[in-house]
């Protein structure tokens, strides 16, 4: 079982078009971070967020870390094909240095 | 600076087989983590080397072993290669390992166990 929940699990949409991607733990997490994975390739990090509540922005991507740090949001903004990747999230646990990652979300960005 | 690098890339093995793989984190970096990466099972921790000592470790069984030498260069084994060890290795690392740290990915070693 996940300790984290990614929803949805894959999304084709147009460029141009608006998404959200979900990330739910039923666990606390020192921080939660967020990556990009393209085939071929290992994730490369894209944001960490720290205190509950947090809204960090990224040119068209908006990330937001829930008040009680269990969830966070990834929103893109008129998506382009150059989004297309896998989105990875992963809660840390400071104390362990431990990094759980969610199930993944599939995005295709279609021309 | 280089990135992190893995080898080798791409490993065809059999069943009951051992396999090592190789990790080069970036320079100054101390700590190297594993991870598995099956399409069934995400992304899932291996272990965690820091310094040479073994410093976190996921829930998988004793076949799955590593090791991390004096110039952080890591290792990780399997034996007794099982069909379900099929997957993408992946390996980072990061500065200091403590704290907020970046953790960066090399590009991974895609086994498949025949």
């Known amino acids: 079982t996940q300790l984290l929940e990614q929803s949805p699990q894959f999304l084709s949409i147009q460029e141009g078009e608006n998404l959200t991607v979900y990330c739910n733990s039923s666990?606390?997490?020192?921080?939660l971070q967020w990556y990009r994975q393209e085939p071929g390739e290992g994730p490369v990090l894209l944001v960490t967020?720290?205190?509950?509540?947090e809204v960090k922005k990224l040119k068209r991507l908006t990330f937001q870390f829930g008040d009680a740090r269990k969830d966070s949001s990834l929103h893109i903004t008129a998506a382009q094909p150059g989004d297309t990747g896998l989105y990875l999230c992963?809660?840390?646990?400071?104390?362990?240095?431990?990094?759980?990652f969610g199930s993944g979300t599939k995005l295709n960005v279609k021309p | 600076k280089a990135g992190v690098t893995q080898t080798p890339r791409y490993l065809i093995k059999t069943r009951g087989q051992q396999v090592t793989l190789s990790c080069s984190p970036i320079?100054?970096?101390?700590?190297v983590s594993w991870y598995q990466q099956t399409p069934g099972q995400g992304l899932q921790f291996l272990f965690e080397?820091?310094?040479?000592?073994?410093?976190n470790k996921g829930n998988f069984p004793g076949r799955f072993s590593g090791r991390q030498f004096s110039n952080s260069r890591s290792e990780m084994n399997v034996s007794t290669l099982e069909l379900g060890d099929s997957a993408l290795y992946l390996c980072?690392?990061?500065?200091?390992?403590?704290?907020?740290?970046?953790?960066?990915f090399g590009p991974g070693t895609r086994l498949t166990v025949l």
């Open positions: 980072a690392s990061s500065r200091a390992g403590q704290g907020p740290d970046t953790q960066y």
């Open positions: 666990s606390v997490f020192s921080s």
């Open positions: 967020v720290v205190t509950g509540g």
């Open positions: 992963a809660g840390v646990e400071y104390n362990f240095n431990k990094f759980y």
């Open positions: 320079s100054g970096h101390r700590s």
């Open positions: 080397y820091f310094s040479e000592t073994q410093r």
